[in-house]
């Protein structure tokens, strides 16, 4: 396959999960209109999700779910020097996700909650870039299938690519949703980075900040406008928390 | 050219819409969709809304300068590239019912993609498109085309004008592409006396009796150049969130983008709509960014619709819809941040002649 007359070789790429709900690997399995296209791209040794080779000698690693047991540490390392590129997939794998609310407990009382009297060995939910360095992030729950063949373009062939900088207030001016600000509920996307084409505000509901923060928000200004509209601190701080992008500046 | 204009009645005027579409034209109107009023083109003349006041949650500059457009597509084959331009209008288009603010910010983006060198895109469609605004009979809580130099029944950028009056539609031709529009004037059409001037005047004092907002004076525009650098902007600029909402649905706005699309097989090269109010609107190459802080952006977009003009007498870039005011999350309204910014600048003045 040429392009701009190089030939370029199908990179072999290996797609693994650790914590999550294995989403964001079946959402590249689902857009069936490219599917066929991208698996012409690509060459997959490791895709528990859409085949059974679990070969090795990957150069890119697509890794989805957050690193929360021991064992994962040891597998993720493994990932890492087995990989040119690692690429962290989804919410969970690019700031630990919906996982990451079990860290405001006490662990042994999580592990009660959930597994009772057979409790199972578990660690403080982290990031995949809390372990090992990660090379490229795509956000989201799910990740956007488009993204995800923009990017693997770029590390294909070089293709320019960027991530939207601007919040995910626009996308939804783009398509029309009347904002769900005005229709009272709490939103996110003034300050959330934008690119998923704000599904949910168009099936109105608030942004939850799935892709974490937009470059540049004014977050102070933020708060203030969700308090003025008489959101508690209780329902903004929850809403920030909870796919742990806004860690650090929340 | 004299003046021609007549009295419709509302079934007259749906006739006349009619009349539009099965001449093959794309008729653009204001139309209902899940409770918001938008511009879309019609497939039936029932469907426009012909309301005496309100307005679209859109502009309809969408329609001269699309929200993303390529430029250019190119397949590759082999070593081949193959260049395809994008299509030139298919047929004339007529926008239908913009309200006189919104048909003064056509004018603003043909200052922009009409004077100096002309965008073919934008020239293309532009000249195959005839405008035929609706005065407003009421004001919505958020319009202020009169603090900046507009009216409601205002003619700037209009080919024909409808006016809601208690005795019909009034339908003013003011251009000859206007006229050039509808051909044969149907005979059952009531010629509208001269008189009627008198009820217009009407409508636009008790129209403009309901905008209650100050006006925003010409010489401002020098006041706001001049404090450039006040700090002022830094406490104005604050409770911007940077969302850009506000460039989004503003009529005159006509900032872009240009982004490069492609796989292994083709792409393309798209325009579309930016603004100034983005941090990387100005990221250069380099790395280097000329407006790196939220004050100066936000500065910027409020000074290029009031303060920067090549001529004091140049009207100002913003028509006063009002949109950005009604839309914004934070409730910014920039009328209040002119007048806020000139009284600041003007204090500081005043303190330094003591």
């Known amino acids: 396959m040429k392009y701009l007359g190089i030939e370029s070789q199908r990179p072999k790429i290996g797609v693994f999960d650790f914590t999550g709900c294995e989403g964001c690997q079946l959402q590249l399995a689902n857009k069936e209109e490219t599917l066929a296209a991208f698996l012409s791209c690509i060459d997959v040794v490791c895709f528990r999700e859409i085949s059974s080779a679990s070969g090795e000698g990957f150069t890119i690693a697509l890794v989805e779910g957050a690193i929360s047991r021991e064992d994962e540490v040891e597998r993720i390392r493994w990932i890492r020097e087995q990989a040119e590129v690692l690429v962290a997939l989804g919410s969970c794998a690019c700031f630990g996700g919906v996982n990451r609310l079990k860290n405001d407990f006490d662990l042994d009382e999580a592990n009660r909650e959930v597994y009772g009297d057979q409790p199972k060995p578990t660690l403080p939910v982290r990031a995949i870039n809390e372990v090992v360095p990660v090379d490229l992030e795509i956000p989201g729950c799910p990740v956007s299938k488009a993204e995800v ?22 996308e939804c001016k783009q398509r029309y949703t009347v904002c769900v600000f005005e229709m009272g509920e709490l939103c ?12 949910c505000p168009a099936a109105g509901l608030g942004c939850w900040g799935c892709r974490g923060p937009a470059q540049e928000t004014n977050f102070e200004e933020f708060l203030s406008v969700a308090r003025e509209r008489g959101f508690s601190e209780d329902e903004i701080v929850d809403r920030l928390a909870f796919f742990g992008g806004f860690r650090g500046i929340a | 050219m004299d003046r021609t204009q007549w009295l419709l009645t509302e079934s007259q005027l749906r006739e006349w819409v009619r009349s539009l579409l099965d001449a093959g034209n794309s008729v653009v109107a204001p139309v209902e969709e899940d409770g918001v009023l938008l511009f879309r083109p019609l497939t039936s003349e029932e469907r426009a809304i012909l309301a005496p006041s309100g307005k679209t949650r859109w502009s309809p500059k969408e329609f001269l300068f699309p929200r993303s457009e390529p430029l250019y597509r190119y397949t590759l084959d082999g070593g081949e590239v193959e260049i395809e331009n994008p299509p030139a209008p298919q047929r004339p288009q007529v926008l239908f019912g913009v309200r006189s603010c919104d048909a003064g910010g056509l004018l603003r983006l043909d200052e922009i993609f009409l004077s100096g060198t002309k965008d073919p895109l934008y020239a293309a469609r532009r000249e195959s498109t005839t405008v035929v605004s609706m005065a407003c009979a009421a004001a919505d809580p958020e319009c202020f085309c009169t603090a900046v130099g507009g009216s409601p ?26 006229e050039a529009l509808f051909g044969d004037v149907d005979e059952r059409w009531q010629d509208a006396p001269a008189a009627i001037a008198k009820e217009v005047e009407k409508l636009e004092r008790r129209v403009a009796g309901q905008i209650e907002r100050s006006p925003v004076k010409q010489e401002w525009s020098k006041t706001l150049e001049d404090g450039f650098e006040h700090e002022a902007w830094d406490r104005l600029a604050q409770h911007c969130l940077g969302c850009s909402v506000c460039a989004y649905v503003c009529p005159s706005c006509s900032c872009f983008d240009m982004n490069h699309e492609a796989n292994a097989w083709c792409g393309e090269q798209c325009r579309s709509w930016d603004a100034c109010t983005f941090a990387i609107f ?16 936000y500065r910027q977009r409020v000074l290029h619709k009031f303060a920067f003009k090549a001529e004091d007498d140049e009207p100002f870039r913003c028509v006063g819809c009002g949109r950005c005011v009604a839309l914004c999350p ?9 007048t806020a910014a000139v009284a600041a600048i003007r204090e500081e003045g005043a303190d330094a002649a003591r």
Do not use: M
């Open chain 1, 188 to 199: 996110l996307g003034p300050i959330t980075r934008a690119g998923c084409d704000a599904p």
């Open chain 2, 330 to 338: 934070a409730g910014l309204d920039i009328v209040d941040t002119v």
């Open chain 2, 153 to 178: 029944v205002g003619e700037e950028g209009s080919d024909l004008q409808l006016v809601p009056l208690e005795e019909g539609w009034l339908l003013r031709v003011l251009t000859e592409k206007g």
């Open chain 1, 149 to 170: 063949e923009r990017v693997v373009q770029h590390l294909i062939w070089e293709v320019p690519f960027r991530f939207p900088a601007y919040p995910v207030c626009l």
């Open chain 2, 282 to 297: 100005t990221h250069h190459a380099s790395g280097h960014n000329p407006r790196s802080t939220h004050q100066e952006r």
